[in-house]
């Protein structure tokens, strides 16, 4: 309650401070209001002309049947000022509340799938500031922004030439865009609500746990999911940290370091030799079987979390609705067979040539960069294992961890410059849908990513067969990428906000509020967490795919993301301008990428198993042939597999009470449409009685 009230006095004194009397008029007698809620500000470019500039307000504020937004908008200190401020009205905070399919809490208290038609039947009703987040309204207004389309061909006043040529279903935002006179958009922050947030958050001294509610009310779903992902992920590695750390450390092998003794003493009967360290084949083998197990649990135990949270931000029941074109998208203007509307059109056949013919050889051409720094880091390691052989100094030793480190260096290098080709390939095959947008250039980046990280290690396992190897690679990799990640996460952010001298760390609580949104338009926009996904991905590999030839992965992993966390949530509140974020019921496509993984770690560990060099022995000393003992490790692969599978089938992806509430929420629904068509019905009727 504390919070929220901070909340509101923020906002009165902004919206006081800005003359509540300049903000544009609403017609309808329920969104009249003594308060206005500023929160999005629209940054002009330069010598924009005051009437272009007013007529995007009358623009933002026109009614929908008219192209505009229906939003209130605030001109700034004056009509010149480079500024918009915009605010939602209820009815359209409502209005697109229902149309995003968002849930909320009724009179009852359970979450029911929001209905204009029924709003007085939900609790806060009447609050704004209370019935939605301060994320969710904000995307609204994103949202409405977005969506302004052209009624009928015009010209936009005070644009010269084509610039200011307005065609009849033109998105109006996009137009404004690419003429620069919109030059930003993006969401005013809540200075007091953000350092009580800061406090709860990254300023707490504690390990365990965050304030996600918190967290989603101010950054939204996507942004909240990450989070709660990523406390999630980090406290399943305490099971694999201890095992490693176990296996690593309290289970000492039978040979030295050197190899086998003068005398010929073979190795004890549960020796297993990997790298500088010599494991039990028993633990060996525990440690690969639990790395199958615990990657499969992990992901089961996350779904249900991901479900219990989705039904507690009413995003249970999120619609996959018809979507409207996205900002990015160009065609020539026609008949859409679809909507029957004038909207840009552009033919599959041309964007599936522009994939066929351009992305995906683009795509094999770094893929084949991949190859190419393979080959050139076993040529180094080679080399180097020759000049170590040849003097056996302890400074050749050292340097034979040289090609692993350059090649990292290498594939950091190179995955950094394809992601922005990969965003501007997807940009170029303008798709439609902003879904179908997002889906490619996840794949493009999600395919990439994982063979540009693993391809070396698999080749490693699989046509070098050589375990050693494979785990000074492993655990050089490890090293090298735990001290990046806590340089840039703990590092950089501490010298950034220690000697960086904002403008927004100047500003006092009593300065005008122009200069607060002045400030927080001279940060940097938030990067997203595309890249944020990716890391936590690749650790993810790393642990299930490869861990049991290195058991102090999760060991790594547990210390960098207990610092991860808390480096991200201080990023996010103070080196950048708060994003916009929509509402998410789950981690969306990122979950499958994980599940992907999870099943590949049977078949890696499987295959690390059936090159345990005391198997190799075993195996030599019975006279096995060793294609025998392939198709016993296949059939292991397979009753694995089929344990994942009854283990995935054995633990619901929703506890029983989430499928309860949304079985409620699919009744209340079906039951108030019901209500709905009767009224109407009835209504239909009253003239011919």
Known sequence: MSSLKQQQDSISSVAESMGPESWSKVSCPCCVSSEVEPLVLIQLGENVKSNTKQWIMSMISAPNKKGGAHLL???????????????????????????????????EGNMVLFSFHDRNNFNNINDMQKFLTLAERQYIVQHELESMRAVQDRCIPGLPGDKGVLKSRQNIFQKLQKAGVIQDVFPLCDEKELKALGKEWYLKKRLWGQPLDSIHAYFGGSIAFYFSFLDFYTWALVPPAILGFYITFFLPGALPPDGPK??????????LDVGDNHLAMSAHMVQAVFSMIWSTVFIELWKRRSAALSYRWGALTLTEQFQEPRPGF?????ISPVTGRTEPLFPDWQRQLRVGLVSVPV???FLGFVVLGMVGFYYCESTMASIHKASGSIITATLSYLPSIIHIVYTNVLGNTYRFVALKLTEWE????????????????????????????????????????????LSSLLILTQLVNQFTEVVVPYVVDRFYSSSQKELKEDDPA????????????????????????????YLSLFSCVYPLTAVLLLINNITEIRGDAFKICCLFRKPFSRPEASIGVWQTAFEVLAFFSVMSNCWLLFLAPRLKMFTQDTGLNPSTVLIFIIMVEHILIVVKMILAFVIPDEPDWVQIKRQQIEYHTMMAF???????SQTAEL???
């Open 687 to 689: 003239p011919h009685s």
């Open 363 to 365: 795509v094999g051409l």
């Open 514 to 541: 122009a200069d607060h949104m002045q400030a927080e338009g001279s940060l940097p926009p938030f990067p997203g967490l595309f890249l944020e996904y990716i890391e936590l991905l690749v650790q993810f590999g």
């Open 73 to 107: 908008v605030h001109p700034g200190e004056d009509a010149s000022w480079g500024r918009i401020v915009v605010a939602a009205p209820r009815c359209t905070l409502l209005r697109v509340t229902e149309e995003l399919g968002l849930c909320k809490a009724d009179k």
């Open 674 to 680: 019901k209500e709905q068509n009767v009224k109407h």
């Open 430 to 473: 303008n798709h439609r849908e902003e879904s179908a947008f997002q889906n490619h250039h996840t794949t493009k980046v999600l395919v990439f990513t994982f063979f540009n990280n693993f391809a070396v290690l698999f080749h490693i396992a699989i046509f070098k067969q050589d375990l050693l190897l494979l785990h000074k690679r």
């Open 262 to 271: 003068a005398d010929n003493s073979t190795p004890g009967p549960d020796s």
């Open 330 to 334: 160009q065609g020539e203007l026609g």
